[in-house]
């Protein structure tokens, strides 16, 4: 075999996948999983770990692959993911594990995340069981949000022992991964196929509960639990603040993704999804969001839609997987145009105004979807005194314990702590946090603390 060679990955036909809401990429089937695991080296020093951010043993379970141990293969990944059938779908991996990859130095990497993307599928579809945890310790975490980071560390101290219960604003769980991420590139009976993996640890979901309005966190503390951490990601999106963001058509990314989402899921009726067959679509911004948006508003019917952004193709946040299938999509795309005002007429918009090469112009547009960032909500914090943020509202988190607030007992890790980032890098943070929280309940179980004693 070419080991330079990839073995291709089966996806919907480019003219028909812009007009549905099926997964654009279909994945391997067995035999091509085994041949795509056979081109892996087996370094002795696998730079592909290195670039994990939590840190699989990429080369073990690809190993068992190869030998088509397909259980042995998800049993070494869950020892380190409690996604793996998410991250496999929507991790970038060519700036992570797959750009580390030395076969990539003179041919293509070994497609490691399509790899654990058919180990977590299989795993599900053989009913594998991945529950193995440590005895109870009879102390009980909290958890504030069921997205990448509130997941990860509920299925994390679930396995060692911890009793825990997750606190969900929304009717169901996964946060960005069930409203955010379209259901094209991340299906949502994959995203609930996971949860309910971490549910069969022990962890207790409570949805519809909005902290600060349903409970508080003392509320929480005085009802027994040792520790809470909040992963509520960033829940606010930033506007533009340009004349005319006031208009009827403008409209942000992260509510139309929600509302698409709650469409797709039979929640809503198609007249609150706002964007209509037919009409022309302008998207700001040129990160990931943007390009789920762009292509979602595709398949809600729209007639055209172009991506407008400030910076050149070089500069865009997006990955270049996402941008590619953007393109593939037929999604347009106007570089170093700054958008300058929306124009209206009657309250409802009718073009955005632009500057590009010092020319002013309009371009025609029924919407406009802005993409340019979100910022942590302030419900949590305001409802709790003792939990402190920076000048942009992230929360403020300790080295020791790793990820406590300046509030004892309470710690916090992904987005809400850091600009909102990628969903393994969420998971990244979760994990380091579960440390903090096991050190701190130990040393308040062992040595007979109070809460309020725990010092730096």
């Known amino acids: 075999m070419d080991r330079f060679k990839r073995i291709p990955v089966r996806e919907q036909e480019p003219n028909v996948r812009a007009t549905n809401f099926e997964e654009v990429c279909l994945g391997y089937n067995e035999e091509e999983a085994v041949a795509e695991a056979s081109r892996c080296l087996n370094c002795p020093k696998p730079r592909c770990v290195g670039g994990c951010p939590v840190g699989i043993n990429i080369p073990g379970f690809i190993a068992k692959v190869k030998e088509r141990d397909f259980e042995g293969a998800a049993k070494e990944i869950a020892k ?12 970038p991996q060519e700036n992570q594990c797959e750009g580390q990859c030395v076969l990539g130095v003179k041919g293509e990497a070994v497609a490691i995340g399509k790899l654990e993307r058919f180990v977590a599928d299989w ?10 945890k440590d005895a109870p310790k009879g102390k009980k975490v909290a958890i504030i949000g069921a997205g990448p980071a509130g997941l990860t560390c509920a299925g994390d101290l679930a396995k060692k022992g911890y009793e825990v219960k997750i606190f969900e604003a929304l009717h169901k769980a996964g946060g960005v991964l069930e409203y955010g991420i379209p259901e094209f590139r991340l299906p949502k009976e994959v995203v609930r196929r996971e949860t309910k993996r971490i549910s069969e640890l022990g962890v207790s979901f409570i949805c519809n509960s909005i902290v600060g ?31 005319g963001k006031e208009l009827t058509g403008v409209i942000q990314s992260h509510y139309f993704l929600r509302m698409v989402a709650l469409y797709n899921s039979k929640s809503l009726e198609r007249k609150e999804v706002p964007v209509d067959e037919g ?43 996402e941008y590619e299938s953007a393109v593939a999509d037929n999604v347009k795309f106007m570089w170093e145009t700054s958008p300058v005002e929306y124009v209206g007429r009657d309250g409802r918009l009718e073009g955005l105004k632009v500057m590009n090469n010092d020319n002013e112009f309009i371009i025609p547009a029924d919407k406009v979807l802005v993409a340019i960032g979100s910022k942590p909500a302030k419900r949590i914090i305001s409802t709790t005194k003792g939990i402190e943020v920076n000048d942009n509202g992230y ?25 909102p980032a990628t969903v393994v890098l969420a998971m990244k943070e979760a994990k380091k946090v579960v440390a903090g929280i096991a050190s701190y309940v130990d040393a308040v179980k062992l040595l007979g603390y109070k809460r309020e004693d725990i010092q730096n």
Do not use: W
Request: with cysteine; charged share 20%.
């Open 279 to 321: 009409d022309t679509v302008l998207v700001i911004g040129a990160g990931n969001v943007a390009m789920d948006a762009a292509r979602t508003a595709l398949r809600m019917g729209a007639k055209s839609v172009t991506v407008v952004y400030r910076r050149g193709q070089e500069n865009m946040s997006a990955e270049k997987a």
């Open 80 to 91: 380190y993911s409690a996604l793996p059938a998410v991250c496999g779908r929507v991790c």
């Open 395 to 419: 929360l403020i988190t300790k080295e020791k314990p790793y990820g406590m607030t300046t509030l004892n007992g309470v710690f916090a890790g992904g987005d809400v702590v850091h600009q």
């Open 123 to 132: 795993a599900r579809e053989h009913k594998v069981d991945l529950s193995q």
């Open 213 to 243: 309005r349903d409970i508080t966190i003392d509320q929480m503390f005085e009802s027994g639990f040792d520790a809470v951490f909040i992963g509520t990601g960033t829940a606010i999106s930033k506007e533009l603040n340009i004349p």
